[in-house]
């Protein structure tokens, strides 16, 4: 059985990942290459194995069902169970029976759902990654492009720990330079 709290960990740490994913003016297949990458660079940054376009425990549906669905990112890791990541642009029961599949054979199942919001929930266990982007016809006229900026509601860093010292008031506008009371 899956930890569900390793499910949680790992979810919200490849959603501040994806947080940093910017693009401009990309196709579908484009925009789902780039997620993809992510995900697989994610994996890789903790020393995982990871398996693009990897063999899904479920077979396909007839009459291919002697071959098996295959999943975007599958990754091993020495300190836990399998994950397995599907990115996709639109909700399909066929992702979430293929998850629930894998889920059903000890893995971590993650759905990083990408599109300009309006994100249906799976069922358990499979853990949604959303992804937002914005949406746009194609100046080109073939069909529509996506970007996705830096998030903006995200506070800012923090400067600096030192405490800064109380500064006196100044009534603006500050009187020219050599007139009575500046000093100079």
């Known amino acids: 059985m899956v930890d569900g709290a390793d499910g949680e960990r790992l979810a919200a740490s490849l959603a501040d990942r994806l947080d940093a994913v910017t693009f401009t003016d990309l196709t579908t297949d484009e925009v789902t290459a780039r997620l993809i990458d992510a995900v697989v660079d994610w994996a890789g940054e903790r020393g995982w194995r990871v398996y693009r376009r990897a063999s899904s425990v479920l077979?396909?549906?007839?009459?291919?069902?002697?071959?098996?669905?295959?999943?975007?990112?599958?990754?091993?890791?020495?300190?836990?169970?399998?994950?397995?990541?599907?990115?996709?642009?639109?909700?399909?029961?066929r992702t979430w029976?293929?998850?629930?599949?894998?889920?059903?054979?000890?893995?971590?199942?993650l759905w990083v759902r990408w599109g300009a919001g309006r994100f249906t929930a799976p069922p358990?266990?499979?853990?949604?990654?959303?992804?937002?982007?914005?949406?746009?016809?194609?100046?080109?006229?073939?069909?529509?492009v996506h970007s996705r900026s830096p998030r903006a509601d995200r506070l800012p860093p923090a400067h600096s720990a030192v405490r800064v010292a109380t500064v006196d008031a100044v009534e603006l506008p500050l009187p020219p330079p050599g007139s009575p009371g500046t000093g100079a």
């Open 97 to 109: 029976e293929k998850l629930r599949a894998e889920a059903d054979a000890g893995r971590v199942p």
């Open 59 to 93: 077979p396909l549906p007839p009459p291919m069902s002697a071959q098996q669905s295959v999943l975007d990112v599958a990754c091993a890791r020495p300190d836990g169970p399998p994950v397995v990541v599907e990115v996709d642009h639109g909700t399909r029961r």
């Open 124 to 144: 358990p266990p499979i853990l949604m990654v959303t992804c937002e982007v914005s949406r746009r016809p194609d100046p080109t006229g073939k069909g529509r």
